[in-house]
């Protein structure tokens, strides 16, 4: 859940949760890692946070993002108001990953609800002799989108991003493509930005050789993270 989110929010998406313990919490944590947004949907209202004890993730996620309820600001959190609230979290995305799922979990009515509202639905398998994979695994029966990287909901999802910058060391990224590039690529990719640069120029900054400058530009052109211009020179798409 960490990973997913961390690379889900390096590239522009909103990452939304529930404030709860184990994956909803890793969830938010791991999209402030990266530097993106977050939202948390609470089951109650807004004068208290629960469970108590993620009363400091809860003013992280108000600095990357928001708080929300549809209850009244007072309202106690009531078992019965959680699967309320999942309408919430699906209807707010534009899909839902689930990560573990008991038979009787609460990601499943998140689920349930995001196939009525229309939302792409992704599932990550696990043991098949585990209680909290079998959830996930009936999903993938029923149709959902088995994901085993980052990748797998990007190819669904991915024309929807934005450039987001992480480290102000490192380029921003533009397109899912490139949270899979190697060393290589993405080392010539960080020296190239709006402006034209040559092959020369390329391989004086990157230490690279000719060989590999070319080979790994073709390979950049390929997943049209770059666009070659006159004069035999380069930039980032």
């Known amino acids: 859940a960490d990973r997913l989110a961390a690379a889900l929010a390096r590239t522009g998406?909103?990452?939304?949760?529930?404030?709860?313990?184990?994956?909803?919490?890793?969830?938010?944590?791991?999209?402030?890692?990266?530097g993106g947004r977050t939202l948390a949907v609470l089951a109650n209202g807004l004068s208290q946070i629960y469970p108590p004890e993620h009363e400091d993730l809860a003013r992280e996620v108000c600095l990357a993002g928001a708080l929300v309820s549809e209850m009244p600001l007072y309202q106690q959190p009531l078992a019965g108001l959680f699967p309320q609230r999942n309408r919430l979290i699906?209807?707010?995305?534009?899909?839902?990953?689930?990560?573990?799922?008991?038979?009787?979990?609460?990601?499943?009515?998140?689920?349930?609800?995001?196939?009525?509202?229309?939302?792409?639905?992704?599932?990550?398998?696990?043991?098949?002799?585990s209680l909290a994979?079998?959830?996930?695994?009936?999903?993938?029966?029923?149709?959902?989108?088995?994901?085993?990287?980052?990748?797998?909901?990007?190819?669904?999802?991915g024309p929807l991003v934005r450039e987001v910058r992480t480290d102000p060391k490192e380029p921003p990224v533009r397109h899912p493509a490139e949270l899979t590039l190697t060393d290589a690529e993405r080392s010539l990719l960080g020296h190239l930005g709006d402006g034209p640069i040559g092959v020369d120029e390329l391989i004086g900054r990157t230490r690279l050789t000719a060989g590999q400058v070319?080979?790994?530009?073709?390979?950049?052109?390929?997943?049209?993270?770059?666009?070659r211009q006159p004069g035999h020179t380069f930039v980032r798409a």
């Open 13 to 34: 998406f909103t990452v939304i949760s529930g404030l709860a313990r184990g994956i909803d919490a890793a969830a938010h944590r791991g999209a402030l890692k990266a």
């Open 90 to 129: 699906s209807g707010l995305s534009l899909g839902v990953v689930v990560i573990e799922a008991t038979p009787r979990s609460g990601s499943l009515s998140t689920a349930s609800h995001a196939i009525e509202q229309n939302r792409e639905v992704f599932a990550v398998p696990g043991p098949v002799d």
């Open 133 to 157: 994979s079998r959830g996930c695994h009936r999903l993938i029966r029923d149709g959902a989108k088995l994901v085993e990287t980052v990748e797998d909901i990007l190819e669904e999802l």
């Open 214 to 227: 070319m080979a790994t530009l073709s390979v950049l052109e390929v997943k049209r993270l770059i666009r």
